[in-house]
């Protein structure tokens, strides 16, 4: 445990049932000890406790994570920590990762949206690009939502939009007033 990690966390609003304050390389070395295991990583993630929730998704292996269950675990999503390393953990890997990261940002809920846009920003730091009708509706939904967005999930949106832009030099302009609104 480390205690002022998990005081300052606590202090910053990041409440758990329990929090360790385990720095994630730490999490990751206990992750490393054991094989992907879909039951453990499930057991897991129904904890209410910040480290188990991020070794759920560094150990939930992809063929077995299901869209329903990707649904599920956003909908239990303390905080947008657990987002950021869950996307990144697991995610981005899911196959069906770009089809539910469209369906993510064109949701209401906060927490769907900000796992739709880190998602796409880590796609797009892949080098995976879109097709003319996906990009249009990245965009469109990216206007439209960063307009009234704010703290974590503006972040995401304008993160997403520059990593867009390092893809597609061809929409600069219009990604560039769109990140001046």
Known sequence: MN???????RENGLNYKLNFGVEIPRLQSIASEF?????????????????????????QPVDSF???????????????????????????KLPYASEKAFQWIAREEEMFQLCGYLLLARLFMKGEPLNERAENEFLDQAGATIAHAEGTLKKAIVNALLKY????KQ????????LLQ
């Open 3 to 9: 205690g002022v990690a998990s005081a300052f966390m």
């Open 35 to 59: 094989q992907p295991n879909h039951e453990l990583a499930q057991a897991l993630w129904k904890e209410n406790i910040r480290e188990c929730k991020i070794l759920a998704g560094m150990l």
């Open 66 to 92: 299901y869209p329903e269950i990707a649904e599920i675990w956003i909908e239990g999503m303390p905080t947008a920590e657990i987002a950021q390393l869950t996307v990144m953990n697991l995610f981005q």
């Open 165 to 168: 832009e390092e893809i597609n």
């Open 171 to 178: 929409r600069t302009q219009e990604i560039e007033n769109m």
